[in-house]
């Protein structure tokens, strides 16, 4: 049985950091996913323009969201990326 951890071939750390690669981006596609059908469903439900606190519009709050998503996960991503390449087998 074919196992990506105890392979000795040279490409097994490719594999490793291509399967960690694919959760990453799995991840990351299903929060900005549920963060775009959030804010849908507000704009449907209480119209484009709503105002948080009376000075905020809510769209920056989303923009946000998807900013600190982005970058948490390209930061920390790369350094599982280069763990899992570094790691023995």
């Known amino acids: 049985m074919?196992?990506?951890g105890r392979d000795p071939h040279p490409l097994a750390k490719v594999g490793r950091v291509?399967?960690?690669l694919a959760a990453?981006?799995?991840?990351?596609g299903a929060m900005l996913g549920a963060i775009r059908l959030l804010e849908y469903l507000m704009?449907?439900?209480w119209g484009h323009e709503l105002v948080?606190?009376?000075r905020?519009?809510?769209q920056y709050v989303f923009d946000a969201?998807?900013?600190?998503?982005?970058?948490v996960f390209t930061v920390l991503g790369s350094f599982n990326l280069i763990r899992a390449y570094v790691r023995e087998p």
């Not at 990453?24 to 990351?28: A, C, Q, S």
């Not at 969201?65 to 970058?71: F, T, Y």
């Open 52 to 54: 948080l606190f009376d």
């Open 43 to 45: 704009e449907r439900l």
């Open 18 to 20: 291509l399967v960690e």
């Open 2 to 4: 074919y196992r990506l």
């Open 24 to 28: 990453h981006l799995i991840v990351v």
């Open 56 to 58: 905020l519009k809510i």
């Open 65 to 71: 969201a998807d900013l600190v998503i982005l970058v």
